[in-house]
């Protein structure tokens, strides 16, 4: 297995544009999770999926974030503008089961200037 | 504030020797999860811990859990050079949260 993939590895862009981060999750995976981590505030839950329904989103710190998992093997993460402040590496992870071992992907670094 | 809080927040020993990381947590959980974070890398899952469960053993691994003092410990034994990492503890309560790390230095 390939395990979790997401693209791009790394984005730079400027205020205002639109930012979408893909996630591919581990096939037979029902649970996907997106986090942010920066030095400030390490590493933060955004969102989580179990069986592509978002369960909790509390995490999700503006309406400028949204995240949709149209199936079970792909979700989109989206910030619409984006701001300087929300430059971070973005990860995405699954897991069989909502409180089982996570399996990272290698992260999305975004830049935006 | 977080669920999950590493301490200490960076530790350097030599290689050989041995680390001991410590998480404490404020509320229930269903269990306790302990990861590796290589620079630049996604998060590598290392253990987990039950509730209901004291002690686990993975490898070079031992991980503790006191529910009554809402701590777990993480101990490296024998570390080489190649554990150099940032391990965070994830608690599994009513929601997921992951603690701020603790950044460990072996050095050869």
């Known amino acids: 297995d390939a395990g979790v993939i997401q693209s791009p590895r790394h984005e730079v862009t400027e205020m205002g544009q639109e930012v979408t981060l893909r996630c591919k999750p581990i096939s037979g995976h029902n649970s996907l999770f997106w986090y942010r981590q920066t030095m400030m505030r390490g590493l933060e839950l955004l969102i989580y999926f179990n069986n592509n329904v978002p369960i909790d989103d509390s995490g999700m710190p503006e309406d400028r974030f949204s995240a949709k998992m149209p199936n079970a093997s792909f979700s989109t993460l989206k910030i619409q503008p984006s701001e300087p402040r929300d430059s971070a590496v973005y990860f995405c992870a699954s897991s069989l089961g909502t409180g089982n071992e996570q399996f990272f992907g290698p992260g999305t670094r975004l830049t935006v200037l | 504030s977080q669920q999950g809080e590493e301490d200490p927040q960076a530790l350097s020993i030599q290689e050989g020797e041995n680390a001991t990381m410590n998480c404490s947590y404020k509320?229930?959980?269903?269990?306790l999860q302990w990861y590796r974070q290589n620079s630049g890398r996604g998060l590598v899952h290392l253990i987990l811990i039950r509730s209901n469960e004291r002690e686990k053993h993975s490898g070079r691994l031992r991980v503790t859990l006191d529910t009554s003092k809402k701590s777990s410990s993480l101990l490296i034994t024998a570390s080489r050079a190649a554990d150099t990492a940032s391990y965070f503890c994830?608690?599994?309560?009513?929601?997921?949260?992951f603690g701020p790390g603790t950044r460990l230095s072996v050095l050869p």
């Open positions: 994830a608690t599994r309560g009513q929601n997921f949260v």
């Open positions: 509320t229930s959980i269903n269990n």
